[in-house]
């Protein structure tokens, strides 16, 4: 998303981190691209940004081999769709595979399928709403986000998520402010959420 889009451009480039599920990968890390600040936690591989670091900022090397990676990872996922449609970490994992190729509309076919199988479940919904926020379905994001806190009234990213989306694209600030308070007062240990909560708050 360019900045065009994006109407609060102090914040040219805000946290975001790709969705994955726990029993698939074992480290976390927060991606920095270029978004609002719409805020996606989760454990995923290393991340573009991470490789290239450590390198010596080369960068390039290091994007085409997590993309090479990818790639891989997507093979594996179609397999195992294929032996089993109804295998939702591997759903997950296809869509996610996806979403870190920035390919919404192709992550959003094994999520969605994985959604019908698991409605309920806040791994898939989250993976769910980054896919629509970047395609600019703003009100199918915020769906994917309200539907978590009726499972869980005290997710503070989905909270922090529909707080920005009220703000930012529904132009209703006071229900996104609502969200924000929500999230300072419920979130204990994301001192990056809570500083970006108070950021749009303006406190």
């Known amino acids: 998303m360019t900045d065009s889009r994006?109407?609060?451009?102090?914040?040219?480039?805000?946290?975001?981190?790709f969705l994955a599920l726990a029993a698939m990968f074992a480290t976390s890390f927060l991606y920095r691209m270029n978004n609002p600040n719409l805020f996606v936690k989760s454990q995923a591989p290393r991340s573009f940004a991470e490789e290239g670091g450590e390198r010596g900022g080369q960068g390039a090397p290091a994007m085409g081999g997590?993309?090479?990676?990818?790639?891989?990872?997507?093979?594996?996922?179609?397999?195992?769709?294929?032996?089993?449609?109804?295998?939702?970490?591997?759903?997950?994992?296809?869509?996610n595979s996806f979403l870190m190729m920035r390919a919404w509309d192709r992550a959003l076919e094994p999520l969605e399928?994985?959604?019908?199988?698991?409605?309920d479940d806040a791994t898939v919904l989250k993976a769910?709403?980054?896919?629509?926020?970047?395609?600019?379905?703003?009100?199918?994001?915020?769906?994917?986000y309200e539907t978590i806190l009726k499972v869980d009234p005290q997710d503070t990213l989905a909270l922090f998520n529909l707080g920005v989306i009220n703000k930012h694209y529904f132009k209703k600030p006071d229900i996104a402010q609502t969200y924000f308070e929500k999230v300072?007062?419920?979130e204990k240990q994301d001192a990056e959420m809570l500083k970006l909560a108070r950021e749009e708050l303006g406190k």
């Open 66 to 95: 997590a993309m090479n990676g990818a790639m891989s990872r997507v093979k594996e996922y179609m397999e195992r769709v294929k032996g089993n449609p109804e295998d939702v970490e591997a759903l997950v994992g296809l869509g």
């Open 184 to 186: 300072l007062a419920l």
């Open 128 to 144: 769910v709403g980054i896919a629509y926020f970047n395609k600019e379905e703003y009100a199918k994001a915020s769906e994917a």
């Open 113 to 119: 399928k994985a959604r019908s199988l698991r409605p």
């Open 6 to 17: 994006v109407p609060f451009g102090r914040k040219a480039v805000v946290l975001a981190v």
